[in-house]
Every structure is written in C-alpha cells, then in structure tokens.
C-alpha cells in the first residue's frame, strides 16, 4: 500500500512560480513510478507529467514542457512539481498518482494510487 499526500498548492498571479510536493508513505516507494495530473472546472484530467522510478527519466505534456520540471527524492520518498511562469490556464486541482512500474504511464487509469489533489489558482 501506498499513500499519497499532495502540498504546496495556493493562489499566485500570472508569471509567478509553486513547487508542489507529493509525499508518499510505504517502504517501497522507489519500485513506482509517478505521474502529475490536474483537473481544471468542468473538464477532464489530464496527464501534465511523470517522472521514472529511479527519477532518471521525466516526460511532460505539451502544456508543460519548457515550464515544469518534475524531480524526485527517494530517500524522503517525496515527488515534486516545480511550475514556472504560471498562466490562468494552469489552474486545476492537481493529484500525484504511483503505478508500481519502471516508466510513468500517460493513461489515468493504469495508476495504483492517487493524492487527494491540491488546488492551485493563477490568477490575471
């Protein structure tokens, strides 16, 4: 079992910058890979980005890539999301997610585990 805890979300302004943190519990926590998702009002979830089980390999959506940066640090069992020059458009509810698997999968519904999710509001 594994248990995910999301943080660092708030309300910022356009341009500004939020690190979120993915806190996981479990003595394995380095067998999974993980995934950032976010859920923006009245639309789907969608993959922002991923990160490998060793944190050797990172894949990004489109709407990320050249703003976000994935990390992680095993050791604290921890899992972050750096997000940079912050547009309206990034607000959502954002949820990290573990599959038990070597390379984070784009597809929802292949994730073990899944956070509570953690707001983040860019405003104008």
């Known amino acids: 079992q594994v248990q995910l805890v999301e943080s660092g979300g708030g309300l910022v302004q356009a341009g500004a910058s939020l690190r979120l943190s993915c806190a996981a519990s479990?003595?394995?926590?380095?067998?999974?890979?993980v995934g950032w998702f976010r859920q923006a009002p009245g639309q789907e979830r969608e993959f922002v980005g991923g990160?490998?089980?060793?944190?050797?390999?990172?894949f990004y959506a489109d709407s990320a890539k050249d703003r976000f940066t994935i990390s992680r640090d095993n050791a604290k069992s921890t899992v972050y999301l750096q997000m940079n020059s912050l547009k309206p458009e990034d607000t959502a509810v954002y949820y990290c997610?573990?599959?038990?698997?070597?390379?984070?999968?784009?597809?929802?519904?292949?994730?073990?585990?899944w956070g509570q999710g953690t707001q983040v509001t860019v405003s104008s």
């Open positions: 990160i490998s089980r060793t944190g050797g390999t990172t």
């Open positions: 479990g003595r394995t926590f380095s067998s999974y890979a």
């Open positions: 997610a573990a599959d038990r698997t070597v390379y984070p999968p784009r597809s929802q519904s292949e994730y073990d585990y």
